[in-house]
């Protein structure tokens, strides 16, 4: 792939928006990240209300436009976890910031498994961040890990295994109530007692169930995308280290054309091959890339206490020594993207879908994840450099809210 390198020419109204200290866009150039070609973007009140062809010899610098990222697993960002006794919205800010720096503009923080106090409380701090002016546009809703997963060790990761608890509708409607309705998305191990009348109900709630951290059969598979399971959380990981060559929770659901899977490409949760194969697979249109970060993210490598476990910190990945297993990534998103184009040799359009226009179609988020009018103006300019992907400017809700320069 050609490295592309340029500073993108902008047109700015020399307005401020709602949103303070953020200035508001109105029109912005580049290359189309679908088909290579020149086009300006035309913006109003936040939204997207045109887009023209330019002649390709505007002498326009090659950056690339794409729709902004979208991560529907990150657990955290720069020290702040979202699980964590101390969240706060000034907390939340802190991420939602961090995350504009590398493209991501719309996100969910995921909550993973803990007690029942703990997420009564964190899910009332992030439903109001949601409301913030600020911050808001790029939160459209929580991801809920657990607590009802697997406990047996290696499928339940780096989950604490006193917390993990069998599906409780009536449990998991107070942490909706608390959350403001905005739990939009749940993994669930489907060979737990009651998982299926559970996942049935979720889905009648318009709530997306996701298969993770499990050991189910293949028919506890089958049940749960009959009751309306939809996706896989993170497939290839949340799994024990020695499995059955033939009967094992990867297979059933590769072999499911009804699941979606998510994956983290970050070239350590998953070997090259395994990302190749999968993806052949699935294809294009059922794969979605996710960072799965923790709160250690963007901090120095080395040993934490996080969670009442010890993990260490490497520049790439987290581990949880104690269990032999992964704790979660380092890297964000972007970096998914481009070692999906490395490990795959698929393009710059299709590894965007599988970070953009994927998670916004599979939670039904109308408003984003494309470039067309009467979408919001969330919006990326990026250079492609040594096969990783460089943000130079961040765009939310038609705000200007990071510049490399």
Same mark, same amino acid.
Not at 30 to 33: A, W
Not at 35 to 39: A, C, E, H, L, V
Not at 115 to 118: A, F, I, T
């Given at each position: 792939m ?5 500073i ?9 928006s709602?949103?303070?200290g ?6 912005l150039e580049?290359?189309?990240?679908l ?5 300006s973007?035309?913006?109003?009140e ?6 023209d ?6 002498g326009?610098?090659?950056m690339?436009i794409?729709?902004g ?6 657990n955290g960002y ?15 800010r ?12 719309s ?6 498994t803990y007690?029942?106090?703990?997420y009564?409380?964190?899910?009332a701090?992030l439903a *109001?961040?949601?409301k913030?002016?600020?911050?808001g ?7 809920l ?9 290696g499928y339940r ?8 608890r ?9 942490y ?9 998305m749940?993994?669930v191990a ?16 318009e709530?997306c169930v996701?298969l ?15 009751a309306g ?9 949340g ?12 297979w ?7 699941l979606s ?10 070997? *090259?091959?395994e990302?190749?194969s ?9 794969t ?6 923790l709160?250690?993210?963007?901090l120095?490598?080395?040993?934490y206490?996080?969670?009442e ?20 990534a380092?890297?964000p998103?972007r ?6 184009i490395?490990?795959t040799?698929?393009?710059?359009k ?8 994927n ?7 109308e ?5 067309s ?7 990326i300019?990026?250079t492609?450099?040594?096969n990783?992907?460089v943000i130079q400017?961040?765009i939310v809700a038609?705000n200007l ?5």
């Open positions: 050609r490295n592309f390198k340029a993108l020419f902008f047109v700015f109204l020399g307005l401020f709602l949103v303070s953020q200035q508001s866009i109105s029109s580049g290359i189309f990240y088909d290579n070609k020149p086009i973007v035309k913006i109003s936040g939204k997207i209300t045109k887009i062809r330019l002649s390709s010899d505007t326009l610098p090659e690339f794409a729709p990222l979208i991560d529907i697993q990150i720069m020290g702040v976890d979202f699980t964590g006794e101390d969240l706060t919205i000034e907390g939340v802190k991420v939602t910031k961090a995350l504009w720096k590398e493209g991501v503009t996100y969910l923080p995921t909550v993973i007690d029942h106090d703990r009564l409380k964190n899910f701090v *109001e961040a949601m913030d002016k600020e911050m546009w790029s939160i459209p809703g929580f991801h890990e657990g607590p009802y997963i697997s406990p047996v060790q990761g780096a989950h604490l295994e006193k917390y993990i069998p599906p409780d509708w009536e449990e998991f409607s107070k909706q109530k608390a959350a403001d309705n905005n739990i939009k749940i993994t489907p060979e737990m007692d009651g998982a299926i009348p559970f996942i049935q109900k979720l889905t009648e709630h709530v996701s993770g951290h499990h050991n189910g059969s293949s028919v506890n598979i089958r049940d749960a995308v009959d399971a939809s996706l896989s959380t993170h497939l290839g990981n799994c024990a280290n020695m499995i059955n060559r033939h009967y094992n929770p990867i059933p659901q590769l072999s499911d054309d009804r899977i998510t994956l983290i490409v970050d070239g350590f949760h998953l070997t *090259e091959e990302v190749r999968f993806y052949k697979v699935k294809g294009v249109q059922n979605i890339l996710v960072s799965d970060a709160d250690l993210a963007g120095e490598p080395g040993e206490v996080r969670g476990r010890t993990v260490l910190l490497t520049p790439n990945v987290i581990k949880f020594p104690a269990e032999n297993v992964l704790a979660g380092a890297s998103v970096i998914c993207v481009g070692n999906m490395r490990f040799g698929c393009s710059l299709d590894a965007i879908q599988m970070a953009s226009i998670p916004a179609e599979h939670l039904k988020l408003n984003v994840g494309e470039i009018p009467g979408k919001l103006a969330n919006l300019l990026f492609i450099e040594k990783e992907m400017k961040t038609g809210v990071y510049s490399k320069d």
